[in-house]
């Protein structure tokens, strides 16, 4: 038989590392908002960013090249928390976050030919790009 001693008082230093362990991942969390699970892949001819979100419409994503970055947003509309609403929350586990992802486009994409769609919860960016052996261009220069 084993003895084990008897404590009255709970581990003081378990409880204030679970605490303050606790505390700073919900504070890295909340200010990191949600992020979607994104698939990005390379073909011959273009890049594609694949981005899981369910339950949204084509009209609530706010994608937009500029420079050398492709941002991809969207802020969901603000909620009606009004008291003469007949809905009362008894359990709330998904909603959906604003959330703003940002890639750096290659050199040799073409911003006027990127496309997108949106299809069964899967947003979808397409970045064509050329080869960077096509663009080279070899040229003889003579000396004056």
């Known amino acids: 038989m084993t003895i084990i001693r008897w404590r009255t ?11 303050f362990k606790n505390q700073v991942e919900d504070n890295f969390n909340e200010s990191l908002g949600s ?3 994104t698939n990005i892949m390379k073909s011959k001819d273009n890049y ?7 339950g949204l419409q084509k009209s609530d994503f706010s994608i ?17 928390n009004d008291e003469n609403s007949n809905i009362t ?8 976050e604003a959330f703003s992802r940002h890639f750096t486009l290659p050199e040799t994409c073409d911003i006027d030919k990127i496309s997108a769609g949106y299809e069964n919860g899967i ?4 970045i064509p790009f050329e080869d960077p052996e096509k663009t080279k261009i070899t040229k ?3 000396i004056n």
Do not use: C, G, H, T
Not at 123 to 126: A, N
């Open 9 to 19: 008082q709970p581990n003081l230093e378990r409880f204030i590392n679970e605490a």
């Open 35 to 37: 992020q979607p699970d």
């Open 48 to 54: 594609m960013i694949e981005m899981a979100v369910p």
């Open 64 to 80: 937009k090249a500029e420079k050398d970055v492709l941002s991809i947003s969207y802020e969901p509309a603000k909620e009606n």
């Open 89 to 96: 929350w008894l359990r709330r586990e998904y909603k959906q």
């Open 123 to 126: 947003l979808k960016v397409f």
């Open 140 to 142: 003889s220069i003579s």
